[in-house]
């Protein structure tokens, strides 16, 4: 059982370990190549073995698939392809049998273009429902109102032949954007989320907050002039009236509420790219936003002591008095953690997540090593790496199928999987590394386990204590207990000084109850977990 300090502060999600489940490829229950939820249901006693708190479950809304599952058309049923209510019944009581916490995405940008509500929009400029969405009439030269590009290639605006104007959507042309501008939609909204609270979930993902309202005049975005050829075309301007707009924060403020008027200790995650001092400000002024915007910095900071140092010693110093931190290592838009650091760094970086203040998420298969598969061209699915090809943005090489067993299909399917499976699933398999002592899989089931029983990590004040070209080492305090975490963040052994104390966990090379004091040699890729007296 968690460590939960108490009061009427301890909500659970500060002490979880939030791990990301991407259903399509989690666990295939019925054959036909794409994971479901009937398969998470078959794969319960995995994640609360492995010692995670919460699942976060991508979408599994009714939708064409045009973004796999982001373009919702029924917000209120179960696409068949993942099973159905029933389904999601077993699903809610699997996670309450085994006390692991359920959250569900939540995608109030955007919907389907075949989504009912878009339908009427689009149907006539005197639909109760014409200002649902951003619609606008043409530029002078009958053209996109502005300069507005979206984030999966191409202009921002698609012309509609019925209305005779255009309408905005922040990614695909099948995804037009809704207007929160409007009441209307910020109440139907909040219905959606209604209908998961009666089912039973203890929280959402808010997907794409950054993008939920644009400036109102809808003036063209600035050129940036630091794009260059090669770059993602979406960063030719400068978003400065397509992203983070004051207005959103009233639309936080509204989801919010909606978890409020529920009983129990619910939990609001959001996705949102900023820099940190952006960021912070979704935690709401006075607590009425976020429990936790996502923090994805350590995906983009150069994997380096310093950057590193330096990101955790800007992000404590910017969060407000009632802001929890939180930390992302990859999830299912960006390259795998493996691909991204190397896999023999993947230990010290899974030390680095567990160790730090504030809550942790993990993505399905990083317990592994999974890395990037490589897509052939014919089995591109990414509708991103579709419209804008050959940059490397393709996010299909992060999304292939957890490695389970040397079953056929890695225990994923009996049939071949919508997605490549990894080449190396015969090494990496849960099946196999489950059965090996000092695998990354037992060393992930450690490290969570240590995490849990340890107040100083879950709930500790963060200590730097040395920043060097090769470690970076912090104490977590708490309780008049220290605990020291020594990180050598390269492919070269390296000395380093510590305090007297013992090894509660090593990545490698040094076992549990060694006393250590003085210089200390640390191996390639090592991290030291200690107790300090
Ligand atoms: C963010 C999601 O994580 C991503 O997968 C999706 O394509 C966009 N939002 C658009 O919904």
Redesign the pocket.
């Known amino acids: 059982m968690a460590f939960v300090p108490a009061g009427p502060d301890a909500a659970w999600w500060k002490y979880a370990v939030i791990y990301q489940v991407y259903p399509r490829s989690f666990q295939d229950s019925n054959g036909d190549g794409v994971g479901d939820l009937r398969g998470v249901v078959q794969r319960l006693d995995y994640l609360a073995d492995l010692g995670v708190d919460a699942l976060w479950l991508s979408p599994f809304y009714r939708s064409p698939m045009r973004?796999?599952g982001?373009?919702v058309r029924d917000h209120v049923s179960i696409d068949p392809l993942f099973g159905d209510m029933a389904d999601f019944r077993d699903l809610v009581r699997g996670c309450r049998d085994r006390g692991l916490r359920l959250i569900v995405d939540f995608?109030p940008?955007?919907v389907s273009d075949e989504h009912l509500w878009f339908r009427e929009s689009r149907s006539s400029r005197t639909n109760p429902r014409r200002d649902w969405f951003v619609w606008r009439d043409p530029g002078e030269d009958g053209g996109p109102p502005n300069n507005w590009r979206s984030e999966f290639g191409g202009p921002a605006w698609t012309f509609d032949e019925t209305r005779g104007q255009y309408y905005y959507h922040a990614?695909l042309s099948s995804?037009p954007d809704l207007n929160w501008r409007n009441p209307d939609v910020v109440e139907a909204m909040g219905n959606v989320m209604r209908f998961w609270l009666d089912r039973g979930v203890d929280g959402f993902r808010v997907?794409?907050i950054h993008h939920l309202i644009e400036h109102a005049e809808a003036p063209d975005n600035p050129h940036n002039p630091a794009w260059r050829e090669g770059m993602d075309p979406a960063d030719r301007l400068i978003k400065l009236h397509t992203v983070d707009q004051p207005e959103a924060h009233a639309a936080v403020a509204a989801m919010r509420a909606v978890l409020a008027s529920y009983p129990g200790e619910r939990v609001l995650i959001g996705?949102a790219y900023l820099p940190i001092d952006r960021l912070v400000t979704y935690y709401g002024a006075a607590g009425e936003g976020f429990d936790l915007p996502f923090n994805f910095h350590l995906m983009s900071t150069p994997w380096t002591p310093t950057a590193i140092a330096v990101l955790i010693a800007t992000y404590e110093r910017s969060l407000p008095d009632h802001g929890w931190p939180n930390w992302v290592l990859s999830?299912?838009?960006r390259s795998r953690l493996a691909s991204r650091i190397g896999l023999a760094q993947t230990r010290v970086a899974a030390m680095l997540l567990l160790t730090l203040r504030g809550t942790p998420t993990l993505y399905q298969g990083d317990e592994l090593g999974m890395a990037d598969v490589a897509i052939p061209v014919d089995r591109v699915r990414d509708p991103?790496e579709l419209n804008v090809p050959g940059l490397g943005l393709g996010?299909d090489p992060a999304r292939t199928p957890m490695l389970w067993s040397d079953a056929p299909f890695a225990g994923f399917s009996t049939v071949e999987p919508w997605l490549p499976l990894s080449p190396n699933h015969a090494a990496l398999n849960v099946a196999r590394q489950s059965d090996q002592e000092g695998s990354l899989l037992s060393f992930y089931r450690a490290l969570l386990a240590l995490r849990r029983a340890e107040p100083a990590l879950l709930d500790g004040d963060y200590v730097e204590v040395a920043v060097t070209e090769q470690v970076l080492a912090y104490e977590r305090r708490a309780l008049g207990q220290r605990l020291l975490i020594v990180l050598n963040l390269t492919a070269k052994p390296t000395a380093t000084v510590v305090q007297a104390g013992v090894v509660l966990l090593a990545t490698h090379d040094r076992v549990q109850g060694e006393r250590l004091e003085g210089e200390v040699m640390l191996a390639p890729h090592q991290g030291i977990l200690m107790r300090l007296r």
């Open positions: 973004d796999f982001y373009d995608i940008n955007h990614f995804q997907d794409a996705e999830n299912h838009d991103l996010r």
